[in-house]
């Protein structure tokens, strides 16, 4: 089963694609971990993304692409794969298409609205990084770590502001890969808003 998910900021694709991943026993490959493991092994690429990042660049196509095709290419993507945060261009999604074929693009659908309530609620401990929700995973004691005892905090990430932003960047860059895809009759929708173990019921529904 080879697969692209695409989805908004807080569609829950990073943990439909943890069960999706032991259920089909194929690897979920985000991009944001292939640049953090190219980087921590100092391949080649790992090395010219890090210094790309510490200089404020922006990583070229060029480079996220061959990581991609490198990774694909390893024994354990032979019986398909998991792809989360690529493509997001249609520059990139022919530069896959040149790679491989899939069998399903799987589009989260969540509203603006639920987006916004679940990043906003989400609140982290410093030391830790325990992530907590106000509404959905509160802690024991109200704005405190439960182990630590510390003051939880609010990510600038997760604040409303940078959320709509972040979504209207989405919508700009990511949405007409949802046209290129339909037109190839491989759009695969899927309802974001229910609880985990549904949103995964209804995946494993529409791929059949």
């Known amino acids: 089963m080879r697969m692209v998910f695409l989805g908004p900021p807080g569609a829950g ?15 979920h490959i985000s991009t944001g971990d292939l640049f953090r493991n190219n980087i921590k092994n100092g391949t080649e690429l790992g ?15 060029s480079i996220t692409i061959e990581m991609v095709r490198n990774r694909l290419a390893e024994p354990d993507c032979a019986r398909g794969f998991i792809l989360d945060g690529f493509p997001r261009t249609i520059g990139q999604a022919d530069a896959l298409a040149e790679m491989t074929g899939l069998d399903a693009v799987v589009d989260f659908r969540i509203s603006k609205e639920e987006v916004v309530k679940r990043l906003s609620g989400r609140r982290m401990c410093p030391s830790t ?3 907590y929700h106000i509404l959905f995973n509160p802690p024991k ?3 405190k770590d439960d182990e ?5 905090v609010q990510r600038p990430d997760d604040r409303e502001d940078a959320i709509v ?3 209207e960047v989405y919508e700009e860059q990511t949405e007409p890969l949802i046209a290129y895809y339909a037109s190839k009759g491989l759009i695969k929708e899927v309802d974001a808003s ?3 173990d549904q949103v995964f019921d209804l995946l494993k529904k529409v791929l059949g």
């Not at 090395?47 to 196509?61: C, E, F, M, Q």
């Not at 630590?148 to 939880?152: R, W």
């Open 13 to 27: 694709k990073g943990t439909i694609a943890a069960l999706a991943r032991e259920y089909y026993g194929i690897p």
């Open 141 to 143: 004691v109200e704005g």
């Open 165 to 167: 932003h972040r979504l």
């Open 129 to 131: 990084g325990r992530i």
């Open 47 to 61: 090395l010219r993304v890090k210094s790309i990042l510490a200089s404020g660049g922006l990583v070229p196509d």
């Open 148 to 152: 630590t005892g510390e003051d939880l």
């Open 194 to 196: 229910l609880k985990p």
